[in-house]
Every structure is written in C-alpha cells, then in structure tokens.
C-alpha cells in the first residue's frame, strides 16, 4: 500500500506523537524541519554527489535521472511515515455491540528498512486486541503497521510504536503486536544468515497477566503459519 492522502488525519498523527515521544518510543527526530518538496531537492543533491564520489558517470543516459528518483522515493514511498501529516485516519468507534473477544488482525505484511544499514527489513505482523468501549475497522490496524513500517527502524520500536499507537486510539492495554521479520543486514551482508528471523513482541493487559489469552493469540497465529 502507498500513502493515500484522502485518509490522512493530521490532528490524530500529532496527538500520536506526543503520546509515543511521552512513552519514549518516537523515532529521534529533530523539530524544525523543511517542507516534504524541499527535502527531494536536498536529498537529490546529496544522493548525485554520492554516486559521483562511489565514481558513477551521471552523465550516462541510465543514471542521469536516478538521483531524483531516489529522492521521490524515500519521501513520498519510502519513508513518508516519518511525517504526522501522513497519519492514517483511523478513527475508532463505539463498541456499541459490547464485542468482548479477541480481534486478530494475522500476517499483515511489514515492508521497513533498518535504521542501521539502510538495507530492507521484511515480514509480517500480527495484532490483536480485546475491546473495551471502541473498536476499529480491520484495515486501520494494517494502516498503523504501514505508517511506522515507512520509516528508517528498528524491528523493536516499530513493534512498541504500533502498541502504543493502538492503545491510544483503542483506550485499552489489552493489546498484542508480534513481528516476525528477515533483515537483509543480517541475510545479504555481514554474518550472512539467509534463514535467520527475528521476532519482537509486546503484551499488554490481559495478554500480558493472562496466559490463556496469550496463548489464545500465540496458537492462532501459529495456526495460519504466522510464525
Ligand atoms: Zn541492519
């Protein structure tokens, strides 16, 4: 999925922010920033001047245009989650038919990048929750995974951001978020580990207190092969 900026809504994305920086999981970022246009033509500049020192000839009729290209990319496909204005509309709504059993969201696919290397992280996640007074559209938490998978991260915030995120706008700790996920610095670089997987999770609430409603959430993950 790419940003779709009919279904944004940036008083939610400010209001998740400081909510996340409050529960020290936001991304470190500096305050001033400039407009997203700006950005393409700052990152175009210094992405040329990159492949000018790696000693690419930018004059060659491939190459010419890769420069802006790249910088279109990482702002509005890429990394666009790093901006509150790209918020998702998620609003939740009154759980007015007082459903009280798990909801699971399973194999929502989680397309990042690690802040380390620069380099693809690939997988799915897994989302559960168990309302109180609101609910949410199934897409929504699908939504959320994307938002903060459109960032430079690392698997352990981005799981601790779509927690957080999700019990802000679901008024609940009841929450469960696992991500199971390959990194290409660990497969196609340094150590070189093609099959390795790392999981990452957080159980809030019941999932947290209660093993029968964790392993509820574990075995019908399992179940599809989620994990
Ligand atoms: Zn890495």
Redesign the pocket.
Known sequence: MSLDCGKTDYELGKRVLAYLENKGVETPRIKDQISPAAKVDVIEKNFKEILTVMGLDLTDDSLKDTPRRVATMFINEMYWGLDPQNFPKITAVENKMGYESMVIEKNIVVHST?E??F?MIDGYAHVAYIPKDKVLGLSKMNRVVEYFSRRPQIQERLTEQIYYTLEHVLETPDIAVLISAK?Y??KARGVEDINCETITSKMGGCFKEDMNSRNEFLSLIRSAGGV
């Open positions: 690690c380390h290397h380099v990194h610095c660990v």
